[in-house]
């Protein structure tokens, strides 16, 4: 099983939809998620840190964590073409630093 | 205060060259993770260091891969002897401490030819 899973996609949603992006966790001990945003050929871009179960609103983006069910997600508010990109699913693994684990990301497209 | 700085941006190599990839961490951050993306795959960990220091290389091939964080001057990831299969944007993040928000430089994309 991988560390982090997530769906590849791509998603494809249409403009002013919620895209709503999924991912699963295999290390119950990790305490920190992320979510980063790549676009193609660019770094990643942190847009949200999640910590404890629950919700997390910031703007248009909502993280999601349920530790019971070792599930992280991000849903996107009103999703507009600039949201385009692939989405990774990050997290600290029980250890206590900051070695992020990624999932292979999920390509989200969302049309006009 | 200047972001993380990698580089080169891009290196073209040919099979058995040596690669050196360049990352100088944001002021106040000593410390560095190098990180590698293959084609259409996620972000892999290799390496975590502080000044001086290797703290985690779990995930660094063990032949040809090294890397280093000298008390002066950037972060060096070198692999020597490259491969096609050493193709790939590599990328270096800092912190200011061990458990705090690292940020990503724009990456080097190497090319193996």
């Known amino acids: 099983q991988k560390e982090v899973e997530q769906n590849s996609g791509p998603l494809s949603v249409p403009e002013g939809a919620i895209a709503s992006l999924n991912c699963t966790y295999s290390?119950?001990?990790?305490?920190?998620f992320f979510w980063y945003r790549q676009y193609s050929g660019k770094s990643p871009e942190l847009i949200m840190s999640?910590?404890?179960?629950g919700d997390k609103e910031d703007g248009r983006f909502t993280a999601q964590l349920n530790k019971a069910s070792q599930y992280v997600s991000l849903l996107i508010r009103d999703s507009q073409p600039s949201d385009s990109a692939t989405y990774l699913c990050a997290l600290i693994p029980s250890g206590g630093y900051n070695k992020l684990i990624f999932g292979a990301g999920t390509r989200l497209a969302v049309h006009p | 205060n200047a972001g993380v700085m990698q580089n080169p941006r891009h290196l073209v190599r040919r099979r058995g060259q040596e690669a050196r990839l360049r990352c100088s961490p944001m002021?106040?951050?000593?410390?560095v993770y190098w990180y590698r993306q293959l084609p259409e795959e996620g972000l892999k960990f290799m390496v975590y260091?502080?000044?001086?220091?290797?703290?985690?290389e779990s995930g660094m091939p063990k032949e040809r891969f090294s890397a280093e964080f000298p008390k002066e001057g950037p972060s060096i990831l070198r692999i020597q002897q490259v491969v096609r299969g050493d193709s790939a944007a590599y990328f270096c993040a800092s912190s200011p401490s061990r458990d705090s928000e690292a940020f990503f430089g724009q990456g080097t994309r190497l090319t193996v030819v």
């Open positions: 260091l502080q000044k001086e220091n290797i703290i985690d």
């Open positions: 002021k106040g951050h000593s410390h």
């Open positions: 999640i910590y404890s179960n």
């Open positions: 290390d119950r001990g990790s305490q920190s």
